[in-house]
């Protein structure tokens, strides 16, 4: 069920073999063949120092380096103080946003913080993720700049890049107005539907809501597989182990059932074999071989590749759309805002059209900046 082009992601390292000791609980000894600089930068890629901090096996504080130990410490505490952070941040906002009726869902990081993890720290969360819907926009967005939230500069739009970035002090927020940032799972995870089937989350007050368990398996597994093509953080996989293994058998094979009905079977497949390869995670794979035997064609499959070109990503994104959407994408993609060219080139004075053909050619005025203005980062 594992795609040929995802098994390069198979755990083969000693540095791999050491993080599936550290999150599994077994001893702690120390690979003498290991350095504590690549321990580190594998932690800080994956995102899951503070897991793996709060998981070591008691043996793990008298044998591993010393410099590991208070690296893994150091984050743990940084995590713990960015979460009452955000914690504060979404307390004080969602109540207002609920006052001028605009719906507001959690995604990704706190809801499945809150639901599967003994501590919401333990689960990174470089940002906030919500989703609202395109007609809310406006005033939530006015709310948050009320509320003395930056919005960073990048191109937006209704079928490009769906989301935008907020910041004030240490607190980020990722606003989305489609479940996905991409055609080919915005649908299979409409914003009604997932509304509909919202679960409260106590600890962050009245107003706080994210998906059903169901919808936040599905968009896991659906954001995964949007990123791993050139960013695989295991921090993600991680989340579907949590929720795969707390559910009983039944239960997952109710939501693969619905994967299938949604065409993102095959993505749902290929995660769990993933996390089954990584952490044991338990799935019903007689199961799982049935359904996939009996699953219609799938385009979203095309995406489990650890080589999609750019090219290859636009012509899958154009094939999930119709023709009017489709001119709407290459539409914007052609001409972004006014106020992001002249951003992006420093430039307040050209003649506009002067700046957009500069684009076009793709003449590169800030390398350092990524093409939507925001961090290179996707969020968590």
Request: proline fraction near 7%; aromatic fraction near 10%.
């Amino acid at each position: 069920m594992l795609p040929d082009a995802l098994k390069p992601l198979l755990p083969s390292t000693p540095v791999d073999a050491f993080i599936q000791r550290a999150l599994s609980g077994q001893a702690g000894a120390w690979d003498t063949g290991l350095t504590t600089a690549e321990v580190i930068q594998a932690l800080h890629l994956h995102r899951i120092g503070p897991l793996v901090c709060a998981q070591a096996p008691p043996d793990a504080w008298t044998t591993w380096p010393a410099e590991l130990q208070a690296w893994l410490k150091a984050v743990a505490r940084g995590q713990v103080l960015l979460d009452v952070q955000q914690t504060l941040a979404l307390q004080e906002l969602l109540p207002l946003a609920h006052a001028q009726r605009v719906r507001v869902l959690l995604l990704k990081g706190v809801p499945v913080g809150y639901r599967y993890y003994p501590e919401s720290h333990r689960r990174v969360k470089t940002d906030v993720d919500v989703l609202i819907r395109p007609a809310d926009r406006v005033v939530f967005m006015t709310l948050l700049e009320k509320l003395g939230y930056t919005r960073l500069p990048g191109i937006t739009g209704t079928f490009i890049n769906r989301q935008t970035t907020f910041i004030r002090g240490d607190v980020t927020l990722d606003v989305h107005w489609s479940a996905a940032n991409t055609a080919v799972f915005a649908r299979a995870l409409d914003f009604a539907g997932l509304w509909s089937n919202r679960v409260s989350i106590p600890a962050l007050g009245d107003t706080a809501y994210g998906p059903s368990d169901e919808d936040l398996f599905l968009h896991a597994c659906c954001h995964l597989a949007v990123h791993i093509s050139y960013e695989f953080a295991l921090i993600w996989l991680y989340d579907i182990h949590q929720m795969a293994s707390q559910w009983p058998p039944e239960r997952l094979g109710q939501c693969l059932r619905r994967a299938g009905q949604l065409r993102v079977l095959r993505v749902c497949l290929a995660c769990l074999a993933l996390a089954h390869a990584w952490f044991a995670t338990p799935y019903p794979q007689d199961l799982c071989t049935t359904l996939l035997w009996q699953a219609a064609p799938e385009p979203s499959a095309h995406l489990l590749t650890g080589q999609l070109s750019r090219f290859r990503r636009l012509q899958l994104e154009l094939a999930a759309l119709n023709r009017r959407e489709r001119l709407r994408l290459l539409y914007e993609m052609m001409f972004p805002p006014a106020e992001y060219l002249r951003w992006r080139y420093a430039d307040a004075t050209s003649w506009l059209p002067w700046l957009y053909i500069k684009r076009w050619l793709r003449w590169q005025a800030h390398p350092s900046i990524s093409e939507t203005g925001s961090r290179n980062r996707s969020g968590c």
